[in-house]
């Protein structure tokens, strides 16, 4: 049962125009979203989170939004640079699952072109 | 800080054989979750262990099982290997005090089942 989705396996985008991911859940409880980035033969990396609470986040070049009534957050990267070539992953945690827990999507590759 | 680290990074067996997993968090850390991931599936959360202790787990078949030691690094073994076993397990570690700690990801432990 996958609670979270990410419904585009591949996006390529231009070095400087705007990368837009995207991410839908089903599961209401889900409280926390997070973004994770990852490369090839390295681990997820923490890039950006956003609570419930708040519908939009930024750090530098990532901005995150969520819209609860949608059950969709989406990650926005601008200017895109092919550093930022890598696979997205989405994840979610719910306060009922608590403790280490959080739902993974898919994962969104990213192709950055010059 | 030395990261997370996984040993071994790549590992072959056979149907039937056993296996086991290591993962050694950040220094302090007290937390240390375990992730399976597989094409197409994303992340799914096996267990999670704090001072020595299971908080959570996922919907995986007994054959999964984890520990953590007193110095907090964990092992994962699963019995009976299924062709199916066949991913990149990934560890994370975190502080373990707030359900929302962001979890620091090794390298992973990519498993083959013959």
């Known amino acids: 049962d996958q609670q979270v989705k990410q419904n585009s396996p591949s996006l390529s985008v231009q070095e400087g125009r705007i990368s837009i991911l995207n991410c839908d859940y089903t599961?209401?409880?889900?409280?926390?979203f997070l973004w994770y980035k990852k490369y090839p033969a390295e681990g997820p990396t923490f890039l950006i989170s956003?609570?419930?609470?708040?519908d939009k986040n930024e750090d530098g070049r990532f901005t995150v939004f969520l819209n609860k009534s949608a059950k969709h957050l989406s990650l926005h990267i601008v200017p895109s640079q092919p550093g930022d070539s890598a696979v997205y992953f989405c994840?979610?945690?719910?306060?009922?699952?608590?403790?280490?827990?959080?739902?993974f999507g898919a994962g969104t590759q990213v192709v950055v072109t010059p | 800080k030395a990261g997370v680290t996984q040993t071994p990074r790549y590992l072959i067996k056979t149907r039937g054989q056993q296996v086991t997993l290591s993962c050694s968090p950040i220094?302090?850390?007290?937390?240390v979750s375990w992730y399976q991931q597989t094409p197409g599936q994303g992340l799914q959360f096996l267990f999670e262990?704090?001072?020595?202790?299971?908080?959570n787990k996922g919907n995986f078949p007994g054959r999964f099982s984890g520990r953590q030691f007193s110095n907090s690094r964990s092992e994962m073994n699963v019995s009976t290997l299924e062709l199916g076993d066949s991913a990149l397990y990934l560890c994370?570690?975190?502080?373990?005090?707030?359900?929302?700690?962001?979890?620091?990801f090794g390298p992973g432990t990519r498993l083959t089942v013959l």
């Open positions: 599961n209401s409880m889900f409280d926390y």
């Open positions: 994370a570690s975190s502080p373990g005090q707030g359900r929302t700690d962001t979890q620091y």
């Open positions: 994840a979610a945690s719910a306060y009922s699952d608590s403790w280490g827990k959080f739902q």
């Open positions: 220094s302090g850390h007290r937390s």
């Open positions: 956003i609570s419930s609470i708040k």
């Open positions: 262990y704090f001072s020595e202790t299971q908080r």
